[in-house]
Every structure is written in C-alpha cells, then in structure tokens.
C-alpha cells in the first residue's frame, strides 16, 4: 500500500487555452468525445493557477479568480474533485485554496475551461507527486490530459504545446478518447501559425458549453457531424503535414461554421453570433480574395481568430488596423500564436 504524506505545499502552473480547428462538439459517457479534434496550443490567452495545500481532516478547496472568491465555480470544481481524488489520493486529506487569473475574458468563447482545468490537473499532479514522496514531481504529461479532460474535454489537448490530437482516430497510432496526443508531422508554416484573436463581445456567453453539448445528444445531424469530423481530421493531418494553406483555410472556416450551425439547429435552438462576428468573417474572406493569406476560425463564442502565417504578420496587422478592429469590443484584441504549451510559473498571480 502507497504510503501518502501530509504535505504544505504549493504548486503553480501557467497553462494555455488552445484553439481546436477540427471542433469537439457532443460527448458521450464521461467526458469522452462523439469525435476527433484537432488544435494548437496559444501561447497568450493562458491562465495561470496557484494551489496551496495544507492537511485538513476531509479535504475540500476554495477557489478565487483573479483576486476574488468565486463560490459560481464551485460545483464544477467539486465534480471534477470527485474525479480527481480516485487517482490523487492526497486531496481526501488537504484542504486546496485554488487561485487562478486569466489574461483573456472569462467564458467568451476562448476556451478558459481548457486553460484553466489544464492548469488545475498539472498543479495537482505535481502536489501528489510530493506526497509521494518523488524526487521528480513533474507531471506526467498523459496523466495530466486524462485527468484535464475529466474537468472539461478540450483541456486534454491543452496540457501539450504545438498541434494535438483528441479523440480516437485510426489515422493516428496512440491516439485516444480518454487523453490527447501531440501531432508530430507538422511543416514550418504551422509550427509558426499566428492568432490574433477579435473580442467582438467579451460578455459571458448565454449558452454555455457544456449545455450545447448535450444538446447533441439528440441533435438530428448528429451522425453527419461525426462524419464530417472524422473526415476533416484526416485531411487536416495531410494539410499540416504538407503546409497548404488554401486547404487549410477551407476546413478551419467550414469547421467554425459548422458549429456555429449545430447550434443554430439543435432543440432548443440558440445562436452566440454577434453582427459585427458576420462583418468581420466577410471581411476576412474579402481580404483573402484579394490576396492576403488570412483565414477564420471560432470557438463557441461570438469572438473571431483570426489565422495567418507569420510571414504575413505586417500585413495583416496593418488590415486589421483599418478594417477590423472597429468592429472589436472597445477595439480590443489579442495578438497570439502558437506556444510551447504549459510551464511551471514562479512569478506573482
């Protein structure tokens, strides 16, 4: 029997969101998803999250963000504790003060489930490695996105830097439901592929995420999608590997869209678009056809990122300036890219 120490210790982790271009949309058992989906890793929308650990008879947490006690948040965080605790045994006996903050509006649309529950599993794996007694508590990083994924599906592909893989797909040898993989065949363009990130409307979303999953559980299109998903992974694996960004564009764009379009067909029926989200994809696509190497992509949100290659940078910052950033919330946005993936943090949340 594994001996578990009592610990005081922390453990803090700065983790990114990622933006899948292949989506992640309906889930089946717990937290497995209806099909594969591919993404990169940002390297500055992340959150960052300290756990404090001290020995308490039957364990608990409290969680605060960006300064201030978010008791909203803590049923979400005790399901995911329920999970935890059966493979980090520590957590039955410590008492967790959780701190996170993020660099990027909360519940918008940029994914912050999957930095910050990413962020959480890393910071509590090393926190069991310690009682443990380990010389090296560095997460192992496929625990870690088994774990994640159990908080929120799409932080499994967040605890790995560059482009990952969740989601069993018999293209992809070691690929799983149950934790993401890197994907490792990548050509240079897209080692190097910018963000910029258009916060249309940083308000929360009316619809969460989890709520527009379930609702494909009985969504008429259900089979297609899972189809046309499958199909869109294997041509995105051969489009990474081969750095046509032509192609590229064509499936993040149809992906973005076709989610957007679950939405807008599910029971009930409900759609995050904002009108200044349809100005900026037209003209984008108009910019695009007049020669600039730009294309879109979204997440479950009204906010548009915008992807291009690094090359481009100079221009496209340039059309930006002119014609979308208008369109932004207070004109704000987040210039990002493709990032190394977590990192243990030693500066101040």
Known sequence: MTLIREIRAEAEWVSPS????????????????????????????????RIKAEPAVEGGFT???????????????EAFMLHARR????????????ESSN???HSSGI????????????????????????????????????????????????????????????????????YAIPVEEVADDFKTIRNAILIIDPAKKKVSSSEGHSLMDFHPYRDARIGQAKDHTERLLGILKDGDWDEFFEIAENEALSLHGLMM?????YTLLHPN?????????????????????MDAGPNVHLLYPASEEEKVRSFIEKELSALCHEQKLIYDEIGPGPERNIDEI
């Open 18 to 49: 990622n933006l899948a271009i292949v989506k992640y949309w309906g889930k089946k058992n717990i937290q497995e998803p209806l099909n594969p989906s591919i993404s990169f890793t940002l390297r500055q929308a992340v959150t960052r999250t």
């Open 277 to 297: 989200t349809i100005s900026a994809l037209a003209l984008i696509r108009e910019a695009r056809a007049g020669g600039l190497t730009i294309g879109f992509s």
């Open 111 to 178: 994914a912050s489930s999957a930095s910050s529950m990413s962020a959480l599993a890393l910071g509590l794996i090393e926190l069991h490695n310690l009682s443990l007694g380990k010389e090296d508590t560095q997460p192992d990083r496929m625990m870690a996105s088994g774990l994640a994924r159990l908080g929120s599906g799409s932080a499994a592909r967040s605890v790995y830097g560059g482009w990952t893989l969740w989601g069993r797909f018999e293209g992809l040898k070691g690929s799983s439901d149950m």
């Open 87 to 98: 493979h980090l045994p520590f957590i039955r006996k410590h008492h967790l003060y959780i």
């Open 265 to 269: 067909s599910s029971t009930p029926s």
């Open 63 to 77: 969680f605060s963000l960006n300064g201030k006690v978010k008791e909203s948040f803590n049923d979400k965080i």
């Open 103 to 105: 660099t990027f509006p």
